[in-house]
């Protein structure tokens, strides 16, 4: 992938989606063969070795700090990756996930939409340079899926952050625009737009079903 570039990855329960991002981030180890990441081989490098090459990852259920501010959860992500964390380091991104005048708001208090956008923001204010995100929109409103669609390529656009997302809400897969990968018993079963792979057969009968 090159830098700004979106890939959803969708599939059946057990289709080898989360094995795919454990693999990437470090938390699985491939038997054979290899990773690579920005030219450099993963196997053997630990999860958090492999985030400081720049790989940043958001989980399906939000895990964000819900007795600090919205401000200050992006502060501690800042300091965590060892970059600096003042309030003007982070503005753009509380503006981006319309969280400005959220910004002192502990985050046990937002809703759920807010809750994930704060947590991609979280792993951007890390700069970055391959984003992983577990269903981004589990949970959300049709229009809070919107805006999900808008920041992601936002983000990816403007930063040069390329993203894989992994995600089953076919309303987002198809908003987002971008290639997709299906997968099926750990097997890539069909690649391409969207428009072009609901229309594979194999993809219908192994996920999205003759109706799609």
Same mark, same amino acid.
């Given at each position: 992938? &090159? ?16 094995? %795919? ?49 919205? %401000? ?16 003007? &380091?982070?503005?753009?991104? %509380? ?55 808008? %920041? ?32 099926? &018993? ?8 969207? &428009? ?17």
């Amino acid at each position: 992938m &090159d830098s700004g570039d979106t890939l959803c990855v969708i599939g059946p329960n057990g289709s080898g989606k989360t094995t %795919l991002f454990n693999t990437l981030s470090g938390q699985l180890q491939p038997q054979r063969g290899q990773v690579l990441f920005r030219g450099m081989a993963l196997r053997g490098r630990r999860p958090d070795q492999i985030a400081r090459l720049g790989l940043g990852r958001k989980f399906q259920v939000p895990s964000v700090f819900g007795t600090l501010s919205s %401000l200050d959860n992006l502060l501690l992500a800042r300091r965590a990756a060892g970059l600096p964390a003042r309030p003007a &380091d982070v503005d753009t991104l %509380l503006r981006d996930t319309g969280l400005a005048g959220r910004a002192q708001v502990p985050a046990a208090e937002l809703s759920h939409g807010e809750r994930q956008w704060l947590e991609i923001a979280m792993v951007t204010s890390q700069a970055p340079r391959l984003l992983l995100l577990d269903e981004p929109t589990a949970g959300m409103t049709q229009a809070e899926t919107l805006a999900t669609v808008a %920041l992601i390529r936002k983000l990816c656009q403007r930063d040069g952050i390329a993203c894989i997302v992994v995600e089953h809400d076919m309303q987002f897969v198809a908003a987002l625009e971008s290639k997709v990968m299906v997968l099926a &018993d750990g097997r890539v079963i069909a690649q391409g737009a969207f &428009d072009t792979v609901r229309q594979s057969a194999a993809v219908r009968q192994a996920y999205l079903g003759h109706d799609a």
